[in-house]
């Protein structure tokens, strides 16, 4: 009980410095310099007023020096930061479990609020959140997840009889996607040499929203095909190289993976799955309604959210957040007759919102 009290005083505290975050981040400011002040009248905030939720009630929610009144976000954000810290800490006592998630709770609720006034994920929160989420599954184990599921997957791949149609099909695959690859060494608009790495086979494609990195010329989708076929026969040939006595060649036979890769491999499962899965429903839904549907941000926000929770959990709190976005906010703007073609609903909110569920309750 009093571990919770204590959780919940600093996590206002937390949730003061978010406020700053939410405000900055997405304006490229710094959160350090200068000190807080008042958004309207630019005054400095004295110590004594910049207490969490005391100085809100005590100045009645405005500025002590223009009166103008403080957002409502400032006060509820410190208060969810708290319930969230209590929360954790009534769960997981004071434990490095309990703080990976106060962690992950106060990230959320940062992006929770960002995207909701300003429609930007910062990239401190989300691409931070991967490294972060990533860092911590070596040092704090995932219990299970996905990874035994893969291992599983990779001995079905190691019968014989797979394999011999993985290895009669990586050849082939592998010679036309590399094909492919001369194909595209240079770009067709800017005519300039295309690096190693803007050429990997779909990854690349992925992470340059399918243009030039230079002239932002669309790749041509004919060259699809063979990208497919290199990462395919990639995938198979590798199977082939790791499979049983006779046909693979076994370079890690008898290798247990020790408690922490398997949880990075879990995070890192999480947070590319999760983040793949969102961007191909984006990318589907922008062929669709001619319209785009969900910044890169959101994907990057998912990401983060698989590498803290592991993959079974996070495709729990994607699913949870979309149907929230798509029933609640969906309904509000009905309700409200916002028009569909041009307002944008908060999808990180949403997710946000989830998450924390999923990861608290
Ligand atoms: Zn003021
Ligand atoms: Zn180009």
Not at 191 to 207: E, G, K
Request: hydrophobic fraction near 55%.
């Amino acid at each position: 009980m009093i571990e919770a009290a204590l959780a919940f005083l600093s996590g206002t505290l937390i949730g003061s410095f978010l406020n700053v975050c939410i405000h900055r981040w997405p304006r490229d400011l710094s959160v350090v310099w200068p000190g807080s002040h008042c958004v309207t009248c630019g005054h400095g905030i004295a110590w004594y007023d910049n207490i969490p939720l005391l100085s809100y009630v005590v100045l009645h929610g405005r500025c002590r020096h223009c009166l103008a009144p403080v957002a409502w976000r400032y006060p509820v954000v410190e208060l969810l930061t708290g319930l969230a810290f209590a929360v954790c800490a009534w769960r997981w006592g004071i434990s490095p479990l309990a703080a990976k998630f106060m962690l992950f709770a106060a990230m959320n609720v940062g992006m929770i609020f960002a995207d909701y006034e300003t429609r930007l994920l910062p990239d401190e929160f989300t691409k931070g959140g991967i490294w972060i989420g990533l860092g911590l599954a070596v040092l704090i184990p995932f219990e299970a997840g996905a990874a035994p599921v893969v291992a599983e997957v990779l001995r079905w791949w190691s019968l014989p009889a797979a394999q011999t149609v993985a290895a009669g099909i990586a050849g082939p695959l592998v010679f036309f996607g590399a094909l492919g690859l001369v194909f595209r060494s240079r770009c067709k608009e800017c005519l300039r040499q295309v690096r190693w790495y803007d050429n990997i086979p779909l990854l690349s494609r992925i992470l340059l929203h399918g243009r030039c990195r230079y002239c932002r010329a669309a790749i041509n989708w004919s060259e699809l095909p063979f990208e497919a076929m290199a990462a395919m026969g990639v995938a198979l040939s590798s199977m082939w190289l790791f499979g049983p006595p006779g046909v693979g060649m076994q370079p890690f036979s008898g290798v247990e993976l020790p408690k922490w890769a398997l949880s990075l491999l879990e995070s890192a499962l999480g947070a590319g799955i999760a983040s793949l899965a969102l961007w191909m429903t984006g990318w589907l839904m922008t062929r669709i309604k001619k319209k785009e549907m969900l910044g890169f941000g959101d994907v990057k926000m998912v990401g983060m959210m698989g590498a803290f929770l592991g993959l079974g959990q996070a495709m729990v709190a994607i699913a949870l957040g979309n149907f929230m976005g798509l029933v609640l906010g969906g309904g509000w703007m009905l309700w409200r007759g916002k028009d569909t073609s041009s307002y944008y609903l908060p999808l990180g909110s949403f997710l946000g919102i989830a998450a924390i569920g999923v990861a608290l309750l």
